[in-house]
Nanobody
Framework: QVQLVESGGGLVQAGGSLRLSCAAS????????MGWFRQAPGKEREFVAA????????YNTDAVKGRFTISRDNAKNTVGLQMVSLKPEDTAVYYC?????????????????WGQGTQVTVSS
């Protein structure tokens, strides 16, 4: 089993920045694809970004348009999401997820493990 714990959420004004972090423990593997998703009240869970073990990444370009950067440290079993130029529409609970598949995935159904989420609130 893999445990994922997110941190770094909070309240920030529009235009501000936050860095989310996800710590993985248990039967982890550096080959897992790691992803970030978010879910706003009344909306479906939305793909944000994913990164493979080599550092290759993909983004929900329409939603984040170069404002978010995903990274990982395989030695420390952590994944980060740097968010800048935040907008009120970025407000959501952000989830870290891990997939045993080796190819970058955007569908939440392709992810096997999930964290509890961390709240990000962007005020206007």
């Amino acid at each position: 089993q893999v445990q994922l714990v997110e941190s770094g959420g909070g309240l920030v004004q529009a235009g501000g920045s936050l860095r989310l972090s996800c710590a993985a423990s248990g039967r982890t593997s550096s080959t897992y694809v790691m992803g970030w998703f978010r879910q706003a009240p009344g909306k479906e869970r939305e793909f944000v970004a994913a990164i493979n073990w080599r550092g290759g990444s993909t983004y929900n370009t329409d939603a984040v348009k170069g404002r978010f950067t995903i990274s990982r440290d395989n030695a420390k079993n952590t994944v980060g999401l740097q968010m800048v130029s935040l907008k009120p529409e970025d407000t959501a609970v952000y989830y870290c997820a891990a997939s045993r598949l080796l190819v970058l995935r955007r569908n939440p159904n392709d992810y096997d493990y999930w964290g509890q989420g961390t709240q990000v609130t962007v005020s206007s």
